[in-house]
């Protein structure tokens, strides 16, 4: 990929992103973006989040392999203030956002 596409996709990408988490009930987790019209579900918010990422890369056309550049899609804020209410260790991102998904409002991508 040229230099200028990859420009052009990372200014394209946005840097946040609403979302509304709601609680599958099969198990697991869904959610959608506010600003653009993608969605995802996960068995782990792990997982969600994962699947969410590479859906706004599509959304984008942009191509997966770009993720590990240019950064995942994480509630970024809402697990620096889990981070502070724990001790962090060995936490993994599901048993960091454990208790109420649906606070999670924003994604921020990540590198």
């Not at 200028?4 to 599958?24: C, F, G």
């Not at 996960?42 to 969600?48: K, V, Y």
């Not at 890369?57 to 509630?75: T, V």
């Not at 260790?89 to 998904?101: C, K, M, Q």
Request: net charge negative; with cysteine; hydrophobic share 35%.
């Amino acid at each position: 990929m040229n230099k200028e596409r990859k420009l052009l996709l990372r200014a394209l990408l946005p840097e946040k992103l609403s979302i509304e988490l709601h609680k599958a009930e099969e198990g697991g987790y869904w959610a959608k973006t506010i600003e653009i019209s993608c969605s995802a579900q996960g068995e782990t918010l792990s997982e969600l989040f994962d699947v969410l990422t590479k859906a706004v890369y599509a959304y984008f056309d942009a191509p997966e392999e770009l993720i590990s550049e240019f950064g995942s899609y994480l509630p970024v804020e809402t697990v620096r203030a889990r981070f502070k209410e724990q001790k962090p260790s060995r936490y993994t991102l599901d048993d960091i956002l454990r208790g109420n998904p649906e606070n999670i409002k924003d994604l921020q991508r990540i590198s």
